[in-house]
């Protein structure tokens, strides 16, 4: 019995803590986007994917992140398939779209405090606060959303990544309309991201640096 566990425990110890795209196929009205593609991040890695307009970038990540089903394949999260997963993999995940998903009548604190509070994982305003000036919205945090400019939006979105520690973050053009200070910053928190044990997936039509490197898949091409 003892053997059998400690074979089992093992085996569980092993499974790599990594995203795979295995053979995932992608169809929009007539178009195949994606044909058998498959990729593996593991921790500590980030992928940036890149192409033209159209070439599929949103729909990996939605897919990568289980809010669209492949017409074929699998994406799996530590060896198992993220639509069996469900919740377990919903709340290890970070995606930020491609919009901003806020809302526009509501402040950036408003805004970070019912986001927590939907997904299951409140937090306090102190921890808002703390998230929103770091973000470098320090007196801006009780504006309604709608008054801010693209970039500070952009900047009470991505307050979120401070908020709780996922292992997974899909990100979708993160750094659009974020001035060279905003993107420094984002760079340095994927960076630290990376570094505690996290995996990034994200898109950008520019290129990126960081201190870990990046991996890059080029769609469309
Ligand atoms: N729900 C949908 N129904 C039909 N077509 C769709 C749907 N979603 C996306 N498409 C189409 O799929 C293609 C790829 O879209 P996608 O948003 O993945 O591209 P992208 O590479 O992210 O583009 P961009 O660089 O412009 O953001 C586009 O031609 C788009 O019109």
Same mark, same amino acid.
């Given at each position: 019995?003892?053997?059998?566990?400690?074979?089992?425990?093992? =085996?569980v110890?092993h499974i790599p803590?990594?995203? +795979?795209?295995?053979? #995932?196929?992608?169809?929009?009205? !007539? &178009?195949?986007?994606?044909? %058998?593609?498959?990729?593996?991040?593991?921790?500590?890695?980030?992928?940036? #994917?890149?192409?033209? %307009?159209?070439?599929?970038?949103?729909?990996?990540?939605?897919?990568?992140?289980?809010?669209?089903?492949?017409?074929?394949?699998?994406? &799996?999260?530590k060896g198992?398939?993220?639509?069996?997963?469900?919740?377990? =993999?919903?709340?290890? /995940?970070? =995606?930020?779209?491609? *919009?901003?998903?806020?809302?526009?009548?509501?402040?950036? +604190? !408003? %805004? /970070?405090?019912?986001?927590?509070?939907?997904?299951?994982?409140?937090?306090?305003?102190?921890?808002?606060?703390?998230?929103?000036?770091?973000?470098?919205?320090?007196?801006?945090?009780?504006?309604?959303?709608?008054?801010?400019?693209?970039?500070? &939006?952009?900047?009470?979105?991505?307050?979120?990544?401070? /908020? *709780?520690?996922?292992?997974?973050?899909?990100?979708? +053009?993160?750094?659009?309309? /974020?001035?060279?200070?905003?993107?420094?910053?984002?760079?340095?928190?994927?960076?630290? *991201?990376?570094?505690?044990?996290?995996?990034?997936?994200?898109?950008?039509?520019?290129?990126?640096?960081?201190?870990?490197? #990046? &991996?890059?898949?080029?769609?469309? #091409?």
């Amino acid at each position: 019995m003892s053997d059998i566990t400690t074979a089992r425990s093992s =085996y569980v110890a092993h499974i790599p803590a990594q995203l +795979e795209a295995d053979g #995932v196929e992608c169809l929009r009205g !007539e &178009r195949r986007l994606l044909k %058998n593609l498959t990729l593996q991040v593991g921790t500590g890695t980030c992928l940036l #994917v890149q192409g033209p %307009n159209g070439s599929g970038k949103t729909s990996l990540l939605r897919i990568l992140a289980g809010l669209t089903q492949p017409a074929d394949g699998c994406v &799996r999260w530590k060896g198992q398939p993220i639509k069996q997963l469900g919740d377990d =993999y919903r709340n290890d /995940l970070l =995606y930020c779209g491609h *919009h901003n998903a806020l809302k526009d009548e509501l402040s950036a +604190e !408003e %805004n /970070l405090l019912a986001a927590a509070a939907l997904s299951g994982t409140p937090v306090t305003i102190d921890a808002v606060r703390e998230a929103l000036h770091q973000a470098g919205l320090a007196g801006r945090e009780r504006l309604p959303v709608r008054v801010l400019s693209q970039g500070q &939006r952009r900047r009470a979105s991505l307050a979120r990544l401070l /908020l *709780h520690y996922r292992p997974v973050w899909i990100l979708d +053009e993160p750094f659009t309309a /974020l001035d060279t200070d905003a993107m420094q910053w984002l760079s340095a928190l994927i960076d630290r *991201h990376l570094a505690l044990g996290g995996l990034t997936v994200l898109t950008s039509h520019q290129d990126i640096s960081l201190a870990r490197g #990046v &991996r890059t898949l080029r769609l469309g #091409v």
